[in-house]
């Protein structure tokens, strides 16, 4: 599955970083604690998460993640939407909160 | 091979940026991917730690063909026990650093985790010097 196979099926916005759209997705990781993230999400993850800030996209890079997923409606920062750009790792948003978000992409990646 | 990176204390907008400069040299190097990944997670959690608590630091990497030894030499408010704050969720960070989701008592532990070898020097007013060594195989 790619990031743009998730965007319909789960009506998310894309915010920035288009050239990653086709990014395979291994799993997904929910957090927004950076070091928690640094120190478990995988190459591959979906990463969810309220943090708008540049620093999101450092260790979206340093990890290889997929793909961020903001929620609530969240929109990535101008520094942070241009890093998403650089590194090809897409910013997508949801009006739903993490819990939601978090449940329907599982069920997606485990169906 | 030996690459040296200067760190900015207080400026989260260039956090990670010596730590993806020594990334990018050691994929050049085709080092195995899950040690790789490893010493990225130590050596960011290191730099955030500058960051956050010191004024400036450097960042120095030698690497050898089976070995890689970071040293991370910052001026700062030093660490007055350093057995308290390798313990997981022990953290001095401020309240905005905290809120951007740092500061939550992690980074020393996942360093620990990450490298083979860690050794951490500090002397309160001064600085800390942490030194962390992984082998490639």
Redo the contacts between chains.
């Keep these: 599955m790619t990031v743009q196979d998730i965007i319909s099926s789960l009506n998310l916005t894309v915010c920035s970083g288009k050239e990653g759209l086709q990014r395979e997705i291994k799993g997904g990781y929910t957090s927004d604690l950076l070091s928690d993230v640094m120190g478990h999400a995988q190459e591959g993850d979906v990463w969810i998460t309220l943090q708008t800030h540049k620093n999101v996209m450092a260790i979206a890079s340093l990890k290889e993640v997929a793909a961020i997923i903001l929620v609530k409606g969240h929109l990535p920062e101008e520094d942070t939407l241009e890093e998403s750009n650089n590194e090809q790792i897409p910013i997508l948003s949801t009006p739903l909160q993490a819990f939601e978000i978090t449940g329907q992409l599982y069920k997606l990646l485990h169906p | 091979m030996e690459f040296s990176y200067n760190i900015e204390g207080g400026n989260?907008?260039r956090?990670?940026?010596a730590?993806?400069e020594v990334?990018k040299i050691l994929k050049q190097l085709n080092v195995n991917p899950s040690v790789l990944?490893r010493i990225?997670?130590a050596l960011?959690?290191a730099e955030?730690n500058v960051v956050a608590h010191a004024y400036e630091g450097t960042m120095q990497v030698n690497i050898d063909p089976s070995v890689i030894t970071v040293v991370i030499n910052d001026r700062g408010p030093g660490i007055p026990d350093i057995e308290l704050a390798m313990q997981e969720g022990y953290s001095t960070a401020s309240p905005e650093v905290r809120e951007?989701?740092?500061g939550?008592g992690?980074?020393l532990p996942?360093i620990q985790?990450?490298c083979d070898e860690l050794s951490i020097e500090s002397k309160i007013n001064e600085g800390t010097k942490v030194t962390m060594t992984t082998y490639f195989n």
């Design positions: 989260f907008s956090a990670g940026s730590s993806s990334k990944k990225v997670v960011y959690e955030v951007m989701g740092f939550a992690m980074g996942n985790k990450n």
